[in-house]
């Protein structure tokens, strides 16, 4: 059952919930950060990753930020991996990935304009 909604505050939080889920889906987002979860990325620590991206993301408060989880790319040998791509359409893969390297990613790249290109991978 949902929560009552009981004051113009509770529609507020509901409003704007709704409104990043929308958001999300449509791609309304500046930039797009997809970590691979394909089986071999979750073997591999995808899911470590993924919980990592998101922490740093909520702590920075980009909002104009999505995270999105994919299947595999076929570069299984580079997992874990993630995408990120911004609202010009370039696109940055990393791979061999950990939940430091995520963090790394999150604080060079999407906080500083950086792109870490250790972390790089080419297909």
Known sequence: MSKRITNPEDLR????????????RAGLKETQITVHMGTCGIAAGAREVLSAVADELAKASLDTVSLRQSGCLGLCDREPMLTVADKDGNEFRYGKLDAKKARMIVQEHLLSGNPV???LVSA
């Open 13 to 24: 939080v509901l409003r704007e919930k709704a409104k990043a889920d929308v958001e999300l």
């Open 117 to 119: 290109v250790s972390f």
